[in-house]
């Protein structure tokens, strides 16, 4: 299975309005200044030690390697990443209209994004989102929750 996640409001928050995990160290704060939403580490290190993917999903241009590095520096494995540039390449490839991000087109099972535009895109081209919201406390037992229904689903 695979399972991707936003990183804007989703897994990078603004720690005025969301709960954050600690900051890495000096010098390493001053390098990744985004702050990671509370409860990531232990999720993504719990996803990482399953037999799902992690992946990345994003609209940002942020490079590959700081996507990378920031959560290997939290001991996380980020198995794929697809950002801006990946996604027109791969997915969009100039086609009008198309949605922002597709991840069926990567066979990605559930999708976990802060946007009401990008579930409803989930809802019109079947793919599966849980979308998250500033106040979500419960997001990582949601998420653990909907991935094993998934998981059911296909040893059904
Ligand atoms: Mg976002």
Request: proline share 4%; net charge neutral; hydrophobic share 35%.
């Given at each position: 299975?695979k399972i991707s996640f936003d990183l804007d409001?989703t897994l990078f928050?603004?720690?005025?309005?969301?709960?954050?995990?600690?900051?890495?160290?000096?010098?390493?704060?001053?390098?990744?200044?985004?702050?990671?939403?509370?409860?990531a580490?232990?999720?993504l290190?719990?996803?990482?030690?399953?037999?799902?993917e992690l992946w990345i999903y994003t609209t940002s241009?942020r490079?590959v390697?700081y996507i990378r590095?920031i959560f290997?520096?939290?001991?996380i494995r980020i198995d794929s990443i697809v950002n801006?540039?990946r996604h027109?390449?791969?997915?969009?490839?100039?086609?009008?209209?198309?949605?922002?991000k597709?991840p069926?087109?990567y066979?990605i099972?559930?999708h976990v994004d802060?946007?009401?535009?990008?579930?409803?895109?989930?809802?019109?081209?079947?793919?599966?989102?849980?979308?998250?919201?500033?106040?979500?406390?419960?997001?990582?037992?949601?998420?653990?929750?909907?991935?094993?229904?998934?998981?059911?689903?296909?040893?059904?």
């Amino acid at each position: 299975m695979k399972i991707s996640f936003d990183l804007d409001e989703t897994l990078f928050v603004n720690p005025a309005e969301v709960p954050i995990e600690p900051e890495l160290k000096f010098p390493y704060n001053m390098i990744y200044k985004d702050k990671l939403r509370k409860g990531a580490v232990e999720l993504l290190k719990e996803i990482n030690s399953s037999d799902t993917e992690l992946w990345i999903y994003t609209t940002s241009n942020r490079s590959v390697k700081y996507i990378r590095n920031i959560f290997k520096h939290y001991g996380i494995r980020i198995d794929s990443i697809v950002n801006a540039e990946r996604h027109e390449k791969e997915a969009a490839r100039g086609r009008a209209g198309f949605p922002s991000k597709c991840p069926s087109v990567y066979r990605i099972d559930l999708h976990v994004d802060d946007e009401k535009s990008v579930y409803e895109n989930g809802i019109a081209n079947g793919f599966r989102v849980y979308r998250i919201t500033n106040d979500d406390a419960e997001w990582t037992d949601n998420i653990r929750r909907e991935l094993e229904r998934i998981k059911r689903n296909y040893n059904k």
